[in-house]
């Protein structure tokens, strides 16, 4: 830790080509929910050719369309060991939309460029030649507490589970992995794919902070997190349910 505050480390992993819909708007929410606590975020940034910090807290993959995805599927899957190796011990991955694909086995674009992934979760995209496009909102339950998220979702793929992993969320609202199973995103542990972005954080602090418990605790930092005035997100929140058709 390069701070005496409690940091938290994350590894973000190719900003420049997973970064549609302003997914980087995720880190900096974390950032301000650590710093009004008086704790700290440090980012590394890594793209093409450059090595996975295994010491990392959380890791972040944001959004890509197919052809940066390509890219980074090429470049990922052969250095995948110490993202592996982190998730094994404990950190915390998010994966956004195409970052979420990649967390498969594989995803398959409507022309029929194949990619592999990095099985970090049990799960398989193929994309259609239709988009699934509009507003979402989820039921989700972590630690033990049911919440609603709200996002926003744009994607030919359809992505479904595997045995070895749950999905993230319920839908309330929207299409969700594939359009038919009534289920959005996968979770393993503290590993979480999702297709919402757009950003996601900024208007689910809900979940923006159990995803920091997490990562302090992977840290070794035991620090309760107090709570927000977070009057502003509710109102965010609640806008975007309602524009989904959901008021709660
Ligand atoms: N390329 C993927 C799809 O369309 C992901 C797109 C995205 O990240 N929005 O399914």
Redesign the pocket.
């Known amino acids: 830790m390069s701070e005496s505050r409690p940091t938290v480390r994350l590894g973000h992993l190719y900003p420049d080509h997973l970064n549609?819909y302003a997914d980087r708007g995720n880190i900096a929410v974390f950032r301000r929910r650590l710093e009004w606590r008086g704790l700290a975020l440090e980012v590394v940034e890594t793209g093409l050719g450059d090595e996975i910090p295994a010491d990392c807290n959380l890791y972040y993959l944001g959004?890509?369309?197919?052809r940066d995805?390509l890219l980074v599927a090429e470049d990922l899957v052969g250095k995948v060991a110490p993202l592996r190796q982190a998730a094994d011990g404990g950190a915390v991955v998010l994966a956004v939309?195409?970052g979420y694909?990649l967390m498969g086995h594989s995803y398959v674009t409507a022309d029929g460029k194949k990619m592999r992934g990095t099985s970090l979760l049990d799960l398989e995209t193929a994309?259609s030649h239709d988009?699934l496009i509009g507003d979402v909102v989820l039921s989700v339950n972590l630690d033990g507490h049911t919440n609603t998220v709200v996002g926003y979702e744009?994607?030919?793929?359809r992505t479904r589970l595997g045995p070895g992993c749950t999905p993230f969320g319920r839908v309330d609202k929207g299409h969700g992995n594939n359009g038919q199973d009534g289920f959005e995103g996968a979770l393993s542990g503290r590993r979480i794919g999702t297709y919402l972005?757009g950003p996601l954080l900024p208007k689910n602090p809900w979940l923006a902070d159990i995803l920091l418990r997490w990562a302090l605790d992977h840290a070794g930092a035991a620090v309760e997190l107090e709570p927000l005035d977070d009057t502003l997100e509710q109102a965010a929140h609640a806008t975007a349910a309602a524009r989904a058709g959901l008021k709660r």
């Open positions: 549609i959004g890509g369309q197919d995805q939309c195409g694909q994309a988009r744009n994607h030919a793929g972005h």
